[in-house]
């Protein structure tokens, strides 16, 4: 589990992503429209400029003015026409040539005043019908940029919660596999370091026997600190994306495994026997041979430590459906009933009537196998066995 510290600090900065994403998204949205009324403007003021151009070309009286425009025209002679009795005629004429803007009756005109050789001509064009346009323009464009920003924001913040999400597994895999190897070497690193003293110590007495003694001990404390590392370094990386797809005989595997451990089985008085229900038709499955290897080994070993001297531990492969299955099955001391909910759990070493024999344990092998189980779609799961002891099955997916 990520602590929250982490947590916290990951959706902040996913937070700042999005809102700093989100505020990109709406500027570039603000300087479209503003870039699309701009153009749109400029647009209609070409149109009236033409408008009023055409009209003042082509007016040669004042009585019928084209929709939406007005007349005044005076002709060589003095006489002045207009096409409304409201039009300050007289002010309208002392103007300038050119384009000018003005308010009649409250509302505003865009006027041109031109001289042509029958005299001087002004038109009045009426801009409502215009100014509407680009209010209707300019709240079309409102809407749109709130709706593309909300929009924007809502899929900024989906991507940004998407794309942190890696980033938050990975950290909490991170996390868990320094707090593992802190839990994990702390004991087999400390043994090292009172077996160096004492190594020390037996070379200034010059007892080469205990010295000797010593140095075998100190090399398997050495090879069961390289298999603590192991177990960390394949629980890090064992993931279901990430497992090969190599098939893998389960019951060449079983007898690989058998080939491996019957010596220390036997050392420790147990037997270790392999029954291969299969009819010698191999058990197949897709995954990684050293994974499943391991993780079968790690059965066996915890089977090992939790036997009485003279028990048996039996190695069964199988099928059931369309599912092989490797059972590990002892006849020792068995499992608790209220352990077996944790037994899995990350350092979950069981209870103090449990036996151990010598042997150092870590609480991370059943860990270790569970994941190597759903890695390769499989389940691990325990049962009581019958006249005691327990029964561990490995139920993986067999290959086509």
Do not use: W
């Not at 009172?194 to 000797?212: E, N, S």
């Not at 103090?352 to 010598?358: D, F, L, Q, R």
């Amino acid at each position: 589990m990520m602590p929250d510290g982490d947590l916290a600090m990951i959706r902040r900065a996913g937070r700042v992503a999005a809102l700093q994403a989100s505020l990109a998204l709406t500027l570039v949205l603000l300087i479209v429209g503003a870039a699309v009324f701009f153009v749109d403007t400029h647009v209609q003021n070409q149109q009236i400029v033409s408008e009023l151009n055409s009209v003042a070309s082509t007016a040669d009286d004042a009585t019928d003015p084209p929709p939406g425009t007005m007349l005044v025209l005076r002709d060589r002679a003095g006489k002045v026409e207009a096409s409304s009795d409201d039009l300050p005629t007289a002010e309208l004429l002392r103007r300038p040539t050119g384009l000018f803007d003005n308010v009649i009756g409250g509302a505003r005109y865009r006027g041109l005043v031109a001289d042509k050789p029958e005299g001087r001509v002004v038109v009045l064009l009426d801009l409502r019908p215009y100014e509407a346009g680009r209010s209707r323009l300019l709240l079309s464009l409102v809407i749109a940029e709130l709706a593309g920003i909300a929009a924007s924001v809502a899929v900024v913040i989906l991507l940004t919660r998407r794309s942190i999400r890696p980033l938050t597994e990975a950290l909490a895999l991170q996390r868990r596999f320094v707090a593992d190897a802190s839990h994990e070497l702390r004991a087999p690193l400390t043994v090292l370091h009172t077996r160096v003293q004492m190594l020390g110590r037996r070379f200034d007495d010059g007892d080469a026997h205990a010295a000797k003694a010593e140095i075998e001990a100190l090399a398997s404390d050495t090879r069961a600190l390289g298999a603590v590392i192991e177990d960390l370094l394949a629980s890090a990386s064992m993931t279901v994306d990430g497992t090969p797809r190599d098939r893998v005989d389960l019951s060449q595997l079983a007898d690989t495994v058998h080939d491996t451990m019957a010596q220390h089985a036997e050392s420790a008085g147990v037997r270790l026997v392999v029954e291969d229900h299969t009819e010698g038709s191999g058990c197949v499955v897709l995954g990684s041979a050293s994974a499943l290897r391991r993780a079968t080994a790690s059965l066996v070993d915890n089977a090992l430590v939790h036997q009485h001297p003279g028990g048996t531990i039996t190695l069964r492969v199988r099928r059931q459906g369309d599912r092989a299955v490797i059972d590990v099955q002892d006849d020792g001391v068995g499992i608790a009933s209220d352990a077996m909910a944790t037994l899995f759990n990350r350092f979950s070493h069981g209870h103090a009537h449990t036996v151990t024999g010598g042997a150092r344990r870590y609480g991370i092998g059943l860990a270790l196998v569970r994941e190597i189980a759903h890695a390769h779609r499989g389940e691990i799961s325990v049962a009581h066995t019958p006249g005691g002891g327990a029964t561990f099955t490995l139920s993986i997916p067999a290959a086509g």
